[in-house]
Nanobody, 124 residues
């Protein structure tokens, strides 16, 4: 069992930055790949970024590549999503997720544990 809690969301103007955090507890954090997903109202949950357990292999959605950076601190059981150059289309609830298989998959069904989400709103 793994519990995940996101924080750091909020309201920001287009072009601004936010840093999301996801703290894990319950079981050791290090074996899991960690992913960030987002979901806007009426839309499917979509992949944003992921990192395998080493943190050295990362993946990004094309829509955020070059703007967002995923990182992890296994000693602190925390993963981060640094979001720069935010656009209104980035507005969504952002979720972190843990994947036991350590694939860093782009598909939500591959992940075993999910946080409750944190709202990110980007104004134009």
């Amino acid at each position: 069992q793994v519990q995940l809690v996101e924080s750091g969301g909020g309201l920001v103007q287009a072009g601004g930055s936010l840093r999301l955090s996801c703290a894990a507890s319950g079981r050791t954090f290090s074996p899991y790949a960690m992913g960030w997903f987002r979901q806007a109202p009426g839309k499917e949950r979509e992949f944003v970024a992921s990192a395998r357990n080493s943190g050295t292999i990362t993946y990004y959605a094309d829509s955020v590549k070059g703007r967002f950076t995923i990182s992890r601190d296994n000693a602190k059981n925390t993963v981060y999503l640094q979001m720069n150059s935010l656009k209104p289309e980035d507005t969504a609830v952002y979720y972190c997720a843990a994947e036991l298989t350590n694939w860093g998959s782009r598909t939500p069904d591959s992940y075993d544990y999910w946080g409750q989400g944190t709202q990110v709103t980007v104004s134009s």
